[in-house]
């Protein structure tokens, strides 16, 4: 009898010395988290709809139902990690292995360092928590189905609201230099007439001689500036940061007041007269990303968003650095 207790006594003590070597995952540093949160709440704020859906989501998953609530929670999702860890299992959820989920905290603007440190994280601690699932058995999971909701189409342009399984765009690099010929901000140009990034505020303001109204974002400390122009271009400068040589920013909107047509732009279109099929029909060559009221591409280091006005012409274009 006292063998039998001795026994059982040394198996539970190898079963716990087991457990405890290979059933913990290391913590998830407060840096990583820092690193994500901010990044993430800064792509809610302004990146596109794909990645409000996956926050909203996962704001909704543990128990927020109001926008309001939904808002502030995700405003506040530093200190939330909760919403974090909610927001991390929605992206396991999708499947696709490590490179996958790497690629989505790296494409939000965090350090490669931190997003391996992220991927590493999550994937371990599935592993150690014995989820290790198949994409197949990812789409049959009972929890994924009560969380999915029919994709509506965009009623300007019929492209889908939202999509479950965003990917980083694709480069275009057999595409030329895309070149700018929009009257009243030439100097704005380099010599090849591209834009490039990042681009400091003193340097617009000198080409366009033209005061701007100013946005401040109290939360990150970026500004935007607008500034209109004699012949109604509109353009504006997002998210500028202050920096040792001034104010930089990677984000331009380049629009045309009530209304006004705005040529000059890459591919011959023009801002309030070109159609959604008339960008279709230029875009169709290479690889972009239609969702919302939007088409969106890659060339180098530069995205393109191409946004549209509701009766269905090319309302802004947007130009950001990658």
């Keep these: 009898m006292k063998k039998q207790t001795f026994m059982t006594v040394m198996f539970s003590i190898i079963i716990l010395t087991i457990q405890s070597v290979y059933g913990q995952t290391k913590q998830l540093s407060q840096e990583v988290r820092e690193d994500f949160c901010v990044n993430a709440y800064f792509n809610y704020k302004y990146g596109n709809d794909a990645f409000k859906a996956w926050m909203i989501t996962s704001a909704r998953n543990i128990g927020l139902n109001s926008i309001v609530d939904i808002e502030i929670a995700i405003e506040n999702i530093c200190k939330n990690k909760k919403l974090q860890d909610e927001f991390f299992q929605n992206v396991l959820r999708v499947g696709g292995g490590r490179g996958f989920v790497f690629q989505q905290f790296q494409s939000i603007g965090m350090s490669a360092v931190n997003a391996k440190k992220l991927t590493d994280y999550l994937i371990d601690k599935?592993?150690?928590?014995?989820?290790?699932?198949?994409?197949?058995n990812r789409t049959n999971n009972n929890e994924v189905k009560a969380n999915q909701r029919p994709v509506k189409a965009n009623e300007i342009t019929e492209y889908p609201n939202e999509i479950y399984n965003p990917q980083p765009l694709s480069?275009?690099?057999?595409?030329?230099?895309?070149?700018?010929?929009v009257q009243g901000i030439e100097e704005l140009f380099f010599s090849d007439d591209s834009i490039k990034f990042p681009m400091t505020i003193t340097k617009i303001q000198k080409a366009l001689k033209v005061e701007p109204v100013i946005e401040e974002d109290d939360y990150f400390g970026y500004k935007s500036f607008h500034w209109t122009l004699t012949n109604g271009v509109v353009l504006t400068a997002m998210n500028a940061q202050e920096t040792n040589i001034g104010w930089l920013t990677g984000w331009?909107?380049?629009?045309?007041k009530n209304g006004?047509?705005?040529s000059?732009?890459?591919?011959?279109?023009?801002?309030?007269?070109?159609?959604?099929?008339d960008v279709e029909k230029q875009l169709s060559k290479i690889k972009t990303q239609k969702i919302g009221n939007y088409i969106e591409f890659r060339k180098g280091e530069q995205d393109y968003r191409f946004e549209f006005n509701e009766d269905k012409t090319l309302g802004k274009v947007r130009i950001s650095h990658n």
């Design 260 to 262: 006004k047509t705005v």
């Design 126 to 136: 599935e592993i150690n928590n014995t989820q290790i699932v198949t994409q197949q």
């Design 171 to 181: 480069d275009n690099p057999s595409l030329d230099t895309m070149k700018w010929n």
């Design 252 to 256: 331009l909107i380049i629009e045309g």
């Design 264 to 277: 000059g732009l890459p591919f011959d279109l023009v801002i309030n007269q070109s159609t959604i099929k």
